[in-house]
């Protein structure tokens, strides 16, 4: 499989994701969970593999810190 496809096939995936009512009991938007899966992926390898931190994913998207926590969280 092409490296690039990978990508844009993650990315439509999350674009796609209904998660309004899952994440809605816990206090997070879609759009905060949706941008943290958008930043993971950018930071992520072939593999699909990606460590950054969680100060760099709120800088990334301009986020509070505790605004990426909540989305992990979710």
């Given at each position: ?59 990334t998207?301009?986020a509070?810190?505790?605004?990426v ?6």
């Open positions: 499989m092409d490296d690039s496809y990978s990508i844009f096939a993650r990315l439509r995936s999350i674009r796609d994701a209904d998660l309004s009512d899952a994440l809605a009991s816990k206090g997070v938007s879609a759009w905060s969970a949706k941008g943290v899966l958008y930043t993971l992926t950018t930071y992520a390898d072939a593999q699909g593999v990606a460590y950054p931190t969680i100060a760099t994913i709120a800088r998207m301009n509070s810190r505790r605004t926590q909540r989305a992990l969280s979710a």
